[in-house]
């Protein structure tokens, strides 16, 4: 349930750089207010409830390393979006120093921004 949750958040950032410019406006404000309104504060409801240091249980799952990219990928569109949400951001801080995701999120590993303009104009001479 958790997991599906953070697809549909995620879904919606991950195409907002494929967007024509005039609707990347709309789409941000969604963004941000299901992010704050919606989500986010149902996981650090969740957070909340069991006093326990992860969604399920209190050990590391799935959930909480796609809830973790989740987060870093809606803050890069906008920077504020988890200020208050002292659990969410100290669950992300405790899976990002787990050692191989810390080594995953160093510069100049494998882990990719979200694409900007220049990328999206070579995606989309590749598939046109």
């Known amino acids: 349930m958790y997991s599906e949750g953070m697809a549909d ?5 991950l195409l907002y750089p494929y ?3 005039s609707d990347k406006g709309g789409r941000l404000t969604q963004i941000k207010e299901k992010s704050r309104n919606r989500y986010f504060p ?3 409801k969740v957070l909340k409830s ?6 399920v249980g209190n050990r590391l799952s799935k959930a909480d390393v796609l809830l973790t990219e989740l987060l870093y990928n809606v803050e890069e569109l ?6 208050n949400f002292p659990l969410l951001k100290a669950l992300r801080t405790r899976v ?6 810390k080594k ?14 220049e990328s999206v104009e070579a995606i989309k001479k590749i598939f046109s």
Do not use: W
């Open 50 to 55: 069991h006093g326990q240091d992860y969604l």
């Open 96 to 101: 990002s120093n787990l050692p191989t995701v």
């Open 9 to 13: 958040l995620n879904e919606m950032v």
């Open 104 to 117: 995953f999120l160093q510069p100049g590993s494998q882990r990719k921004p979200l694409e900007n303009e």
């Open 78 to 83: 906008d920077s504020t979006v988890l200020a």
């Open 19 to 21: 967007l024509p410019s």
């Open 42 to 44: 149902a996981f650090e």
